[in-house]
């Protein structure tokens, strides 16, 4: 029955082959959104799943023939969610999904139209809205990437143009390669033309639709210079005279330098670089624009928003725009991605040196002092880079040493349930530096999804981890001549294909965190209780997770490398039983103390009252 629903699924909403028989789920009804509930699988959708190989599309660098940049899309995304659904997730995080502009645009960071739905990634059966219907479907809700603090540098079409040359008159050091072939204007574009913005003045216009080839003459009105002609200073075509730009929508305070991390105020009002021109998110002109941006993308489907780069933001301008977006949604799901350059506490640690202003639990608070976090909350929850950081000198060396002095700061964040917690992240890996996928043995993968699964917070999973998928590679570019294919964000579709997807499927680290997925949402204390009575030592960490007084109650204990046997004192009285190993025992009002075996590398999760054992022995958690 479950097959044959998810083929009418399937062949009703998308149109699609639908996938072996081992991915049948049956439709979910969705349920108000509480972030603390949700397991997140985090998606590029450019480098997902390919649906449509007609919207293909190869940005103007680092190309590399049959690897198009824009190579997945919202139809061979939504044609693996029951891929993502077999794994256990209950959301699906995307990259902003609206059309973007620039020289490498396929993470979809550098947005060009938020009212329209990327090109590249549409198809003409199948577009962003067919995708939220999709998903809903299938039982996932959707948390869309949002970018609120920078748009590319051709502006905002039909609202704001920036001074800039048609790229097909650009002749320079910068040469056009397949399938530009002889200027770097837009090769699917019958005119060459990349920016068609109707707030651009005559002159501009008058381009669109004519000289594909740029054999000119133009003559630039700003600086009299005639193009084409090769050599010139290519600062008309890729950069941007910010003294041109207007105050009502964007900062006029220079660019962002390396040296200028740990200033708030460059950091929040400066441009990121050259593809990246700030906007005045505390005008009221930029607030409302958001604010009706996401009363459209709820009134889509949408379920939550991660808010991206959101460092680079004022906190209140983002509790302004998320208490607009909750009028349109009160449960709507909404989380900062806060990269600290430090540790991320700032100055709650004692000699912090870096602004508490710029740290993620900052933006969890509605209070102002930088010394003490206070009692308000803000409304958004924040991904939590600490314990991420503390990964390169614990989980990724096969121990725990040093989480448990992470969890003494829990106090910072307003809601520390609502942490949203990883192992990787976009352009970022657990090993020392964090520039890299985990290269390290699967086995300490595990333990870190067994942490992460049972301890407070919310896990989100980056596409791929579950397979090792580019393991010690890049996840982002190093070296100039670096491709797409030799980082973290290769296409994974490859993986995906129906003729190998039962392998990806049958891969351990699959295999255990799907368990870990059902642990989870069968235990409510592991996504709602709070985290009680810890300790941790080298080779393991124990503690509790305690719902609504005692209405779910769960005993963890965690193993790293060896077998051990783990004793956690001061529990409550009663029946537990273990739901890796379904073992049962009774803790006496007298003693009130547990004490269990844990195998090397497996968890032990002792349910009070509990289901018994939940899913299937694996490598790991046995």
Same mark, same amino acid.
């Given at each position: 029955?479950?097959?044959?629903?998810?083929?009418?699924?399937?062949?009703?909403?998308?149109?699609?082959?639908?996938?072996?028989?081992?991915?049948?789920?049956?439709?979910?009804?969705?349920?108000?959104?509480?972030?603390?509930?949700?397991?997140?699988?985090?998606?590029?959708?450019?480098?997902?799943?390919?649906?449509?190989?007609?919207?293909?599309?190869?940005?103007?660098?680092?190309?590399?023939?049959?690897?198009?940049?824009?190579?997945?899309?919202?139809?061979?995304?939504?044609?693996?969610?029951?891929?993502?659904?077999?794994?256990?997730?209950?959301?699906?995080?995307?990259?902003?999904?609206?059309?973007?502009?620039?020289?490498?645009?396929?993470?979809?960071?550098?947005?060009?139209?938020?009212?329209?739905?990327?090109?590249?990634?549409?198809?003409?059966?199948?577009?962003?809205?067919?995708?939220?219907?999709?998903?809903?479907?299938?039982?996932?809700?959707?948390?869309?990437?949002?970018?609120?603090?920078?748009?590319?540098?051709?502006?905002?079409?039909?609202?704001?143009?920036?001074?800039?040359?048609?790229?097909?008159?650009?002749?320079?050091?910068?040469?056009?390669?397949?399938?530009?072939?002889?200027?770097?204007?837009?090769?699917?574009?019958?005119?060459?033309?990349?920016?068609?913005?109707?707030?651009?003045?005559?002159?501009?216009?008058?381009?669109?639709?004519?000289?594909?080839?740029?054999?000119?003459?133009?003559?630039?009105?700003?600086?009299?210079?005639?193009?084409?002609?090769?050599?010139?200073?290519?600062?008309?075509?890729?950069?941007?005279?910010?003294?041109?730009?207007?105050?009502?929508?964007?900062?006029?305070?220079?660019?962002?330098?390396?040296?200028?991390?740990?200033?708030?105020?460059?950091?929040?009002?400066?441009?990121?670089?050259?593809?990246?021109?700030?906007?005045?998110?505390?005008?009221?002109?930029?607030?409302?624009?958001?604010?009706?941006?996401?009363?459209?993308?709820?009134?889509?489907?949408?379920?939550?928003?991660?808010?991206?780069?959101?460092?680079?933001?004022?906190?209140?301008?983002?509790?302004?725009?998320?208490?607009?977006?909750?009028?349109?949604?009160?449960?709507?799901?909404?989380?900062?991605?806060?990269?600290?350059?430090?540790?991320?506490?700032?100055?709650?640690?004692?000699?912090?040196?870096?602004?508490?202003?710029?740290?993620?639990?900052?933006?969890?608070?509605?209070?102002?002092?930088?010394?003490?976090?206070?009692?308000?909350?803000?409304?958004?929850?924040?991904?939590?880079?600490?314990?991420?950081?503390?990964?390169?000198?614990?989980?990724?060396?096969?121990?725990?040493?040093?989480?448990?002095?992470?969890?003494?700061?829990?106090?910072?964040?307003?809601?520390?349930?609502?942490?949203?917690?990883?192992?990787?992240?976009?352009?970022?890996?657990?090993?020392?530096?964090?520039?890299?996928?985990?290269?390290?043995?699967?086995?300490?993968?595990?333990?870190?999804?067994?942490?992460?699964?049972?301890?407070?917070? #919310?896990?989100?999973? %980056?596409? $791929?981890?579950? *397979?090792?998928?580019?393991? @010690?590679?890049? =996840?982002?570019?190093?070296?100039? &001549?670096?491709?797409?294919?030799?980082?973290?964000?290769?296409?994974?579709?490859?993986?995906?294909?129906?003729?190998?997807?039962?392998?990806?499927?049958?891969?351990?680290?699959?295999?255990?965190?799907?368990?870990?997925?059902?642990?989870?949402?069968?235990?409510?204390?592991?996504?709602?209780?709070?985290?009680?009575?810890?300790?941790?030592?080298?080779?393991?960490?124990?503690?509790?997770?305690?719902?609504?007084?005692?209405?779910?109650?769960?005993?963890?204990?965690?193993?790293?490398?060896?077998?051990?046997?783990?004793? #956690?004192?001061?529990? %409550?009285? $009663?029946?537990? *039983?273990?739901?890796?190993? @379904?073992?049962? =025992?009774?803790?006496?009002?007298? &003693?009130?103390?547990?004490?269990?075996?844990?195998?090397?590398?497996?968890?032990?999760?002792?349910?009070?009252?509990?289901?018994?054992?939940?899913?299937?022995?694996?490598?790991?958690?046995?």
């Amino acid at each position: 029955m479950a097959g044959k629903l998810r083929n009418l699924i399937l062949a009703a909403v998308l149109g699609l082959t639908a996938l072996p028989a081992s991915l049948a789920q049956e439709a979910e009804i969705i349920v108000p959104a509480d972030i603390r509930c949700e397991r997140i699988y985090s998606v590029i959708t450019s480098r997902f799943y390919d649906g449509d190989t007609e919207n293909n599309f190869y940005n103007r660098e680092r190309i590399q023939k049959d690897d198009p940049h824009y190579r997945g899309d919202f139809k061979g995304l939504a044609s693996r969610l029951a891929y993502i659904k077999e794994l256990g997730f209950t959301a699906v995080c995307v990259t902003p999904p609206v059309e973007n502009r620039g020289a490498l645009d396929f993470m979809g960071f550098n947005a060009y139209d938020y009212e329209t739905f990327e090109p590249r990634l549409s198809s003409d059966d199948f577009k962003w809205q067919d995708f939220i219907d999709a998903a809903k479907a299938q039982g996932l809700k959707v948390i869309q990437t949002l970018v609120v603090n920078h748009v590319s540098n051709y502006g905002i079409r039909n609202h704001y143009f920036i001074s800039r040359l048609p790229l097909k008159f650009y002749r320079g050091p910068i040469k056009a390669q397949w399938p530009y072939v002889f200027n770097l204007g837009n090769y699917k574009h019958p005119y060459r033309m990349d920016n068609d913005n109707p707030c651009a003045p005559e002159w501009f216009k008058d381009l669109r639709y004519r000289d594909p080839w740029g054999a000119g003459p133009l003559k630039d009105p700003v600086t009299g210079a005639v193009f084409p002609a090769e050599n010139l200073h290519p600062e008309r075509f890729f950069g941007t005279d910010e003294k041109l730009l207007s105050p009502e929508w964007f900062h006029r305070e220079g660019w962002l330098r390396p040296d200028e991390n740990l200033t708030v105020s460059r950091v929040q009002r400066a441009h990121l670089d050259d593809n990246s021109i700030d906007l005045v998110t505390d005008s009221w002109k930029i607030r409302h624009f958001f604010a009706a941006l996401g009363k459209k993308y709820i009134g889509m489907g949408v379920d939550g928003f991660r808010i991206q780069f959101a460092r680079n933001t004022d906190r209140r301008d983002l509790i302004y725009m998320v208490e607009m977006w909750r009028q349109f949604k009160p449960d709507l799901i909404v989380f900062a991605d806060v990269e600290p350059v430090l540790e991320g506490f700032g100055r709650l640690v004692a000699g912090g040196k870096e602004p508490s202003e710029l740290c993620p639990w900052w933006y969890s608070r509605n209070e102002n002092n930088p010394m003490d976090p206070g009692v308000q909350n803000s409304g958004i929850a924040v991904m939590d880079y600490p314990l991420f950081k503390a990964f390169a000198t614990s989980v990724v060396n096969g121990h725990f040493t040093g989480v448990g002095n992470l969890i003494k700061f829990d106090g910072a964040y307003a809601d520390p349930l609502t942490l949203v917690t990883f192992f990787h992240n976009f352009d970022l890996g657990p090993e020392n530096g964090n520039l890299t996928r985990f290269s390290g043995d699967a086995w300490k993968a595990a333990n870190a999804y067994n942490l992460l699964w049972t301890m407070r917070g #919310v896990p989100m999973l %980056l596409m $791929g981890e579950e *397979i090792e998928f580019m393991k @010690g590679m890049p =996840q982002k570019f190093v070296l100039p &001549t670096d491709l797409l294919s030799a980082t973290g964000k290769a296409y994974f579709g490859g993986n995906l294909e129906e003729s190998v997807i039962e392998e990806a499927i049958a891969h351990p680290l699959f295999q255990h965190v799907r368990r870990l997925n059902q642990i989870r949402a069968a235990v409510p204390a592991l996504s709602l209780g709070s985290l009680e009575n810890g300790s941790e030592f080298v080779s393991g960490m124990s503690f509790v997770r305690n719902f609504n007084n005692a209405e779910s109650y769960a005993v963890i204990g965690l193993s790293a490398f060896i077998d051990q046997e783990i004793t #956690v004192s001061r529990v %409550l009285p $009663g029946d537990y *039983i273990d739901a890796v190993t @379904g073992a049962a =025992q009774t803790v006496a009002t007298s &003693t009130r103390s547990l004490t269990f075996s844990v195998k090397g590398n497996s968890a032990g999760v002792w349910v009070r009252n509990g289901p018994g054992k939940i899913g299937e022995d694996g490598t790991w958690l046995r």
